[in-house]
């Protein structure tokens, strides 16, 4: 069964600090992986997408890791703001047979405060 | 601003009542997806639309249907809600095979009471 798991469940830090979100997956065919973040009260917005060949990727002050041999993800956020304040989501994607889409395995997602 | 728009934002619906979930994007995206969305649970998708026309289930779909008359709207419909329906519910679409341009609409928070 396809999963992705996420930790930890929560998170608190400091503003300006540095902190890292884990993700690990069990998802096959493997396509591709996103990391999203979801304001409390909207909808998820994308901050990263990385293929199988993709190692590193960043988008602003967020950067994603990916190791596809161990089946791990990270999201490395640097100098936080109270803005990044949010749930951040690991979701997985897996290529179906050809016409037949993909089919996306969500996390449960990593809860971050960030306080002054 | 190019989107998708979800309505209504919230509801509160008596058990038994037929309710419409309204879903409109102006990407020109094939794809469209709904999910739902509970605490302690990742997204999980009820239906999804590959293309104009067609519809296919998720990993949820019991209680719900959908219909994709056009390549904008996919209208989500509880046929005769119940209390376990209560959820956030959530319109997606993307515009590829593989998912990229995948975008969220911010979501209709139902209670079923």
């Known amino acids: 069964k396809n999963q992705v798991e996420q930790s930890p469940q929560s998170l608190i830090i400091l503003e300006g600090k540095n902190c890292t979100l884990q993700c690990n997956y069990t998802v096959s065919p493997f396509s591709n992986l996103r990391w999203y973040k979801q304001d409390t009260g909207r909808g998820p917005v994308s901050l990263t997408i990385m293929t199988f060949s993709e190692n590193t990727k960043s988008n602003g002050r967020y950067t994603a890791t990916l190791d596809a041999d161990t089946k791990q993800s990270s999201l490395h956020i640097t100098a936080s703001q109270l803005s990044d304040s949010a749930s951040y989501i690991c979701?997985?994607?897996?290529?179906?047979?050809?016409?037949?889409?993909?089919?996306?395995?969500f996390g449960t997602g990593t809860q971050l405060k960030v306080e002054l | 601003i190019a989107g998708i728009t979800q309505a209504p934002t919230s509801q509160i619906l008596a058990a038994g009542r037929r309710m419409t979930l309204r879903c409109t994007q102006d990407?020109?995206?094939?794809?469209m997806y709904w999910y739902r969305q509970d605490l302690g649970l990742g997204l999980r998708l009820i239906h999804y639309?590959?293309?104009?026309?067609?519809?296919g289930k998720g990993e949820v779909p019991d209680g719900y249907s959908v219909s994709r008359a056009n390549t904008d709207d996919f209208p989500l419909t509880l046929a005769s809600a119940v209390p376990s329906q209560t959820s956030v519910y959530f319109c997606?679409?993307?515009?590829?095979?593989?998912?990229?341009?995948?975008?969220f609409g911010s979501g209709t928070r139902l209670t079923v009471v």
């Open positions: 639309s590959n293309t104009a026309g067609t519809t």
């Open positions: 990407m020109r995206h094939n794809a």
């Open positions: 997606a679409s993307s515009d590829s095979e593989q998912g990229y341009g995948y975008t």
């Open positions: 979701v997985v994607s897996a290529l179906l047979a050809a016409g037949g889409g993909n089919k996306l395995t």
